[in-house]
């Protein structure tokens, strides 16, 4: 048995370890263990700071290179007090400390009309990273046909298509976009995540209410159960710490250190980074939602 220490967790991964007793291993990679619950509810392990998300607990992974090399694909997962065992690896989560998975909304969204000016620094940077990746090797698991489709289905016009639209048309676009893609988190999803955190400081509440609330009634069976637990916690205002560190920057206002944090969420997993950042971008450019003509003066 291999023993690692959680020292940091997201208040939903709190919950999650006191409340589940019952789950199974959904994906182990490198630096990043993913856990589901019989109720769907996902619990991620993480080694790195920047995989620190919304559902995640962050570890000393002292003396382990790669969860890989500790759990096999098979293994058998267990909560008791205070520790959580998955195969032949204990996370003894005891002593750990919360952390805030909600950035500061309100102060972002007073800064709103300072942060529309850097949304063309982002763009360039989702850019060059998707430029990047078109000119590397594909990954094995995603096929050059796939990523064509993807390319072609223009999700930026359908962000802001899902934005302007009423609650009719929204639901039409939505059904169009969960689960639209390749991967853990499909590209669909991916834009939606995005669009969502930008609501958080563009949007009216009834508004982004009205949206967060409709993402989550279409979600079941639409999408990969990772991916709907990014869009849940994106619906309750929380959000991945690369994120955190993005609004940090906009917020201090040096144009360097947001290229570099803007840059960080764009290299992402394969796509999925770049793919959040365009909707984010998508969703921030539009300006205030025209009032319907019934509820104009006359």
């Not at 690692?4 to 490198?30: C, E, N, T, Y």
């Not at 003894?92 to 909600?102: F, K, P, Q, T, V």
Request: with cysteine; proline share 4%; net charge positive.
């Amino acid at each position: 048995m291999v023993t690692i220490r959680a020292f940091l967790g997201a208040m939903a991964a709190r919950d999650w370890l006191q409340s589940r007793a019952d789950a199974r291993l959904l994906h182990v990679f490198d630096s990043l263990i993913n856990l589901m619950s019989r109720d769907g509810s996902v619990l991620s392990v993480v080694s790195s700071l920047e995989d620190l998300g919304p559902f995640a607990i962050l570890t000393a992974a002292d003396g382990v290179r790669s969860f890989r090399d500790v759990v096999s694909g098979e293994a058998t997962v267990r909560t008791g007090k205070g520790e959580l065992s998955i195969g032949s690896l204990v996370v003894d989560w005891r002593g750990m400390d919360g952390w805030e998975a909600s950035p500061l909304w309100e102060v972002l969204r007073e800064r709103k009309n300072q942060i529309r000016p850097i949304l063309p620094l982002l763009r360039e940077e989702a850019d060059r990273c998707r430029q990047a990746r078109r000119e590397s090797s594909f990954p094995a698991d995603i096929s050059r046909e796939c990523l064509a489709l993807n390319q072609k289905k223009d999700f930026e016009i359908g962000v802001v298509q899902l934005i302007r639209e009423g609650a009719g048309k929204r639901r039409t676009i939505l059904q169009q976009f969960l689960g639209c893609g390749q991967g853990l988190t499909p590209s669909g999803d991916d834009y939606l995540l995005g669009a969502l955190l930008a609501g958080w400081i563009f949007m009216p509440e009834t508004d982004r209410r009205s949206l967060s609330m409709m993402i989550l009634a279409e979600l079941p069976g639409r999408t990969t159960q990772l991916s709907a637990a990014w869009l849940r916690a994106a619906a309750r205002g929380e959000c991945g710490y690369l994120w955190h560190q993005l609004f940090d920057t906009v917020l201090a206002g040096k144009e360097a250190d947001i290229r570099q944090a803007a840059r960080a969420i764009a290299e992402k997993g394969y796509s999925s980074g770049t793919e959040a950042l365009s909707g984010f971008c998508a969703a921030a450019a539009l300006p205030g939602r025209p009032r319907s003509v019934k509820n104009q003066p006359k």
